[in-house]
């Protein structure tokens, strides 16, 4: 048993700012590369940002500079800083992980999403 925990997503103005927060907790052997996805309504849901285990960072075009990614390994716990928030951002965040456990091979875990709406 995986379970990714979302938190920080609400409603704020243009060029406000919000911090997503996903912890995972369970059976947990490793944790490899994680990500946030968001999904706008009637639109497929889309690569915000992914982290590997080494720090490596990729961030889709739209969120460059004002996005950050970052990881804490000690807590399981994945984190999205989002600065200057554009109307345009508004839509579900989730939260996806690469999990090991035991006696089974690496898959993916996604979280339950944290909506954030951006007004102006």
Same mark, same amino acid.
């Given at each position: 048993q995986v379970q990714l925990? @979302? =938190? /920080? /997503?609400?409603?704020?103005? *243009?060029?406000?700012s919000l911090r997503l927060s996903c912890a995972a907790s369970g059976s947990i052997l490793s944790i490899n590369d994680m990500g946030w996805y968001r999904q706008a309504p009637g639109k497929q849901r889309e690569l915000v940002a992914?982290?590997? =285990?080494?720090? =490596?960072? #990729?961030? *889709?075009?739209?969120? $460059?500079?004002?996005?950050?990614?970052?990881?804490? #390994?000690? $807590? #399981?716990?994945? !984190?999205?800083?989002? #600065? =200057?928030? $554009?109307? @345009?951002?508004?839509?579900? !965040? !989730?939260? $996806? *992980?690469a999990v090991g456990v035991w006696r089974k091979r690496q898959d993916d875990y996604w979280g339950q999403g944290t909506q954030v709406t951006v007004s102006s």
């Open positions: 925990v @979302e =938190s /920080g /997503g609400g409603l704020v103005q *243009a060029g406000g992914t982290i590997t =285990s080494g720090g =490596s960072t #990729n961030y *889709a075009d739209s969120v $460059k500079g004002r996005f950050t990614i970052s990881r804490d #390994n000690a $807590k #399981n716990t994945v !984190y999205l800083q989002m #600065n =200057s928030l $554009k109307p @345009e951002d508004t839509a579900v !965040y !989730y939260c $996806k *992980a």
